[in-house]
């Protein structure tokens, strides 16, 4: 662990040491006092540190060995020795010349120093709501993605993953979704470089290109004040990403490795096929199914859940070098991900490499930072539709039955009497079968370059310029191919063999200048920033379908969609940080950009910002209370943008689109393919969302309590919807424009507290708490009040069934359904729903007669942490607590109901065991019976660990733990899993337990 503080300070000294040189004074009488300083555990040089004489600026700083010299004017003079992290010192000279000191670590103090757009502050002259946190504050255990280590640990930052595929993507939101229909993922930035948000074909998730190994901080820019420097892409808030430094005069080396287990942990409910005889012949016998359905079962008794899971092992490596000293400081990491899915056939295989380059030229003038980070992953999706047939596959069924035409594998065929015979085409397919006969992998190669120079001008004190460029390269590769011995390859013959490629390529380059400087004569300092930003973004590639075989010499149905398309973003942009006598500070930012996605008349848009901070502790009133430590308000305005607000690149520009085979227009005994114009909008624009902060951050007894409450309200206009326009004005009967508005409002509350801290025993505890509420308050152009607004939230079962609804004066997503009628057991009555409009008649036939629920964002989310060090021992775990989000049953809706016990085609089919439940017949989509509060409390993972001091030899240390990753979940939802991003819960994929041996050596 304080290897990880050693290559935070030391990088950031290599990078940015002996920023401060104070002149000395000659005083009348002169004593040189010389020395080294060195770290007081590891022994090492510490460049940079601060030796000030006691109540004057007079003061010089140590070099790169740590050899400082100062002039002082008596022996009685007081020297104060401080620098970032480490607890300051304080020696009387008295008769010595030459005063060595030692510094130790201040571990209130470690993240002092946090990254923000374009630079840098020190937390206490942070004015936004910005949050960050480093390796110490990660979640431990088996972490593939960078997303995973934060989750749980930020207040107002909702991280719901995918699932427990390998390699899962995450769903992120940073105080609610500020858009209906636009991009509502943060704007991330890897060392300098704003990623594109979109995804690419044949990856799960993008960021898992980056190795969490290699993360040393997450800086999360939540508020307006915060985020506005980066203007139309900051609506959903930022997330800076710094990666690990190297230096020191040392050669050092840190390896990091784990083996894990990951085992299921839970499987929807079905019927065996002992139980499934019996209800078949119950249903014949009292209920009216027809006797063919007991022709078709078998005897067999197969849980089909049970034969496509497994226990995935899953192991990860790890290996950095760091070193250079003073001439060449540089790290180097290889890391090797080889991740198993509990989905049989799943696997995420990752090699990554990271090099960071970070040399100081010109008498430390000119700082340069060199970048490279590559890696490539081979994804083996398996076949994620066996999930779903394993719940609805019949389970007396074999797995194989002795077939030919289907490689033995058990296939609902025409002729019941004739396995070799051809298939039902939609009946449930085989799910063992599913697995093996289905080829899905993709193969994706991403390379980010950049590479940073600052430049500290000599003609003007305190003036810097800095240049910034980068490069994003990323390409996948993939195919799907079905086995022709597949019984569902019948179905779809062209679609036997796809392809796809993708290339997407993203530029930058950042000119910018900044100025900061002291203002002694006004007791003030001013930090101002300018700069030119150039961002291209440029996407390519295809994908193509096609038959296995020939047919007289060509691929029936084959097609090919070649694509090719980019976009820009040109920015200016601007920061004052003011500071007034250390305790007033004042920050204002300023960005312009223009975005190619729009038309010329709209395409520059102007997004300001202003924040205002009192270090209130700092007055005199509270300067001298001890058991304070820090007191600052915070109260802070702006305005952000959001310019991915579609599907395609120019929403803005006409399009057509070409007849599909089969839809030609005949002229005579000849077809031919024509183009249709599409719907658009030109006077289209990018959202505005205006977000007001206050917030007060507060530490108590030496920085042992430390926490902060914040309280927003964020408001984004020129919503995009789809709203119905008159028919044959413009070519469709709906159109994507600019006319809603969206507020969201809440309160953030996070809390650490040093419970005990003594040499031998260490505890710490720490939590968050959210609450965040939002309202739709405008959906179209004029006030329109028999407008109920926009279905969403498609489900599984039927035609285009949605479950959710955007209104006005309601919550995003919003469930909107039939409120339920009971008997007098208690029981949900098939097909009878409250008669809302009181018009009698079929009340389910009457969209008036549904009426608005809850939505599926918890009401109040709470993160809790904590870490017990004894000696070398070391315990710790995290977790959080869900309310009030809301869960659509899907699963139980469609596939818990009677009917689809047998399908007249010739098929069985199992069904979850909920339908004793309901007792329905048929499938009752939209009652609220299905609707769940899913609150949740998950024990995300529990740690035990011991670190050592010596591992054979004095020069080798390290660390040993034991970790269990969703360790427990406490719900009272009858589903699979409560954690449901969107809130309607249908096939998926099932969140493992996993057990981790890890160990870290450092040598």
Do not use: C
Not at 529 to 536: F, K, P
Not at 708 to 729: C, F, K, M, Q, W
């Amino acid at each position: 662990m304080k290897n990880y503080y050693l290559f935070n300070f030391r990088g950031l000294l290599v990078l940015g040491a002996l920023l401060l040189t104070t002149a000395i004074q000659v005083y009348a009488q002169t004593k040189v006092v010389t020395g080294v300083i060195k770290d007081a555990e590891l022994g090492d040089a510490l460049p940079g540190v601060n030796v000030l004489i006691q109540g004057t600026q007079t003061g010089t700083v140590s070099d790169f060995d740590g050899r400082y010299s100062i002039s002082i004017p008596s022996d009685e003079t007081v020297l104060v020795f401080s620098f970032v992290g480490y607890q300051s010192k304080e020696t009387t000279v008295g008769s010595r010349s030459n005063i060595d000191v030692t510094m130790d670590y201040d571990v209130s103090a470690l993240n002092e120093i946090v990254v923000i757009g374009y630079g840098e502050v020190e937390k206490k002259d942070a004015t936004g709501s910005i949050v960050a946190l480093g390796s110490k504050d990660f979640n431990k255990g088996a972490i593939s993605t960078p997303q995973e280590l934060i989750v749980g640990k930020v207040p107002g930052v909702v991280v719901t993953t995918g699932g427990g595929a390998a390699g899962t993507g995450s769903t992120i939101r940073i105080r609610g979704g500020s858009s209906l229909r636009a991009n509502n993922d943060p704007l991330i930035v890897v060392d300098g470089m704003p990623l594109e948000s979109s995804g690419i074909s044949g990856m799960a998730n993008p960021l898992a290109t980056i190795n969490p190994n290699d993360i040393e901080t997450f800086t999360v820019l939540k508020d307006a004040s915060a985020t506005a420097i980066y203007g139309s892409r900051a609506s959903n808030g930022v997330i800076i990403i710094t990666t690990k430094s190297g230096g020191g005069d040392k050669l050092k080396f840190s390896y990091n490795g784990n083996v894990s287990i990951g085992v299921p942990v839970k499987t929807l409910d079905v019927y065996s096929g002992d139980e499934y005889r019996a209800l078949i012949q119950d249903r014949i016998t009292n209920h009216g199914l027809t006797d063919v359905a007991d022709n078709t079962l078998g005897t067999a008794n197969t849980n089909w859940q049970d034969e496509i899971y497994q226990n995935a092992i899953s192991t990860d490596h790890n290996l950095s070098v760091s070193g250079g000293g003073e001439i060449l400081p540089y790290r180097v990491s290889v890391g090797y991900t080889n991740q198993d899915g509990i989905l049989k056939k799943n696997n995420m295989e990752r090699t990554s490499l990271n090099v960071l380059l970070t040399p100081s030229l010109l008498n430390d003038n000119l700082k340069l930072s060199i970048n490279a980070k590559g890696s490539i992953i081979e994804n083996d999706f398996s076949n994620p539709d066996a999930i779903g047939a394993a719940v609805q596959f019949d389970p007396t069924q074999p797995i194989k039955n002795g077939n030919t035409r289907y490689g033995g594998y058990t296939a609902w065929t025409t002729d019941p009497n004739d396995i070799n015979s051809l298939p039902i085409t939609i009946a449930t397919s085989n799910p063992v079968a599913q697995l093996e006969y289905r080829d899905n992998k993709a193969t994706g190669k991403r390379m980010i370059l950049g590479g940073k120079a600052e430049y500290r001008l000599p003609f003007v004190d305190g003036l810097k310029a800095t240049v910034n460029v980068g490069y994003d390269y990323f390409n996948s590769v993939g195919h799907d191919v079905m086995d022709t011995l597949a019984s569902w390859s019948y179905r779809e013959p062209s679609n036997q063999v796809k392809k796809y490629e993708q290339t997407k390529e993203n530029s930058l380059l950042d000119f910018y200048l900044n100025y900061n400087k002291g203002l002694e004569s006004i007791d003030s300092k001013i930090d101002l920033t300018g700069g030119y930003s150039y961002q291209h973004f440029y996407n390519e590639g295809f994908s193509s379908n096609r038959p296995v075989a020939m047919t007289d010499g060509v691929f029936e149905g084959a097609n090919r969609d070649d694509y090719k398309n980019e976009y820009y973003l040109i920015s200016f942009f601007g920061r004052l940080n003011y500071t007034f006598k250390g305790r007033y500070l004042l920050t204002g930012t300023v960005r312009q950009d223009g975005s190619s996605r729009f038309g010329e008349d709209n395409r520059w848009g102007l997004f300001p910002s202003v924040a205002f901070a009192w270090q209130i502790k700092e007055e005199s009133f509270l300067r001298d209370v001890d058991a304070l430590e820090t007191l600052k308000l915070r109260v802070g305005w702006g305005q952000t943008g959001q310019q991915d607000i579609g599907d395609t690149y120019y929403p803005y520009i006409p399009t057509y689109t070409g007849s599909q085979t089969g839809a030609y227009y005949q002229f005579g005994n000849s077809f031919y393919p024509t183009q249709r114009p599409n719907a658009y909008d030109a006077n289209i624009k990018w959202e505005t969302t205006t977000t007001q902060n206050i917030g007060l951050d507060f530490g108590f007894l030496d920085g042992r309590i430390s926490g902060s409450v914040d309280v927003y309200h964020r408001e984004t206009e020129d919503l995009i919807n789809e709203i119905p326009i008159a028919a044959g004005t413009n070519f469709n009967n709906f159109l994507v424009t600019n006319v809603g508005s969206l507020v969201n409002q809440g309160v953030e509350v996070a809390l650490t507290g040093a419970i005990i801290s003594t040499p031998d025993l260490t505890w710490e505890l720490s939590g968050n708490l959210t609450y965040n509420e939002n309202e739709i308050t405008k959906m179209t152009l004029v006030d329109d009040p028999s407008y109920t607004g926009a279905p969403t939230g498609g489900i599984s079962g039927g035609e285009n069934n949605n479950i959710q609804i955007n209104s006005v004066g309601r919550p995003i997503n919003t469930f909107y359904m039939f409120e339920q009628i009971y008997d007098q057991n208690g029981m949900p009555i098939e097909g009878l729903y409250v008669d809302k409009t009181g018009n009698g008649g079929n009340v389910s036939g009457d969209n008036l007669n549904k009426y608005y629920l809850q939505n599926p964002a918890p009401e109040y989310l709470i993160g809790i942490s904590s870490r017990v060090n004894y000696k070398g021992f070391d315990f710790s775990f995290s977790g959080r607590l869900n309310l009030n989000n809301y869960v659509y049953n899907n699963n139980a809706s469609n596939l818990g109901i009677y009917q689809n016990l047998y399908n007249q085609a010739g098929y069985n089919a199992n069904i979850l065991t909920d339908v004793e439940k309901t007792q329905f017949m048929r499938a009752q989509y939209w009652s609220d019976f299905y609707l769940e509060n899913a609150s949740f409390f998950r024990m995300d993972n529990i740690t035990l660990g011991y670190s050592f001091e010596k591992f054979f030899t004095d020069k080798v240390n390290g660390r040993i733990s034991f970790t269990v990753q969703n360790a427990f979940v406490i719900t009272d939802y009858t589903g699979l899993d409560p954690e449901v991003s969107g809130g309607i819960d249908n096939n998926l994929y099932p969140r493992p337990r996993t057990y981790m041996v890890g160990l870290n050596l450092n040598f």
